[in-house]
Nanobody
């Protein structure tokens, strides 16, 4: 029901910047929350940043002050500006959306993008 187009990953040196983009499309009533998660090799997937349709944001402690999440509700798009990148930020980053399939459904369900690789290395 929800499809994503993700872009912006790649290889960057420590201290560098990257901007991830994700656009959602498909058949749904509304997207409640959008966000970014990441999964490093051998580790569990973790939440990086999330943003509601009203603009309320939430960040993992490890990225506060370095990453900024933003959203374009008209485009069903979410962005993640990543500055001062560290080697420990290396992971596959996944776009996430909690959406309502129809007006009659009150509980959102989750949808995931295919992931984009971010590698921070000199």
């Amino acid at each position: 029901q929800v499809r994503f187009v993700e872009s912006g990953g790649g290889l960057v040196q420590p201290g560098g910047s990257l901007r991830l983009s994700c656009a959602a499309s498909g058949r749904f009533f509304e997207i409640v929350t959008m966000g970014w998660y990441r999964q490093a090799p051998g580790k569990q997937r973790e939440s990086v940043a999330r943003i509601t349709s009203g603009g309320t944001t939430n960040y993992a402690d490890s990225v506060k002050g370095r990453f900024t999440i933003s959203r374009d509700n008209a485009k069903n798009a979410v962005y993640l500006q990543m500055n001062s990148l560290k080697p420990e930020d290396t992971a596959v980053y996944y776009c996430n959306a909690d959406f309502r399939a129809s007006w009659a459904v009150s509980k959102p369900e989750a949808a995931w993008g295919q992931g984009t690789q971010v590698t921070v290395s000199s």
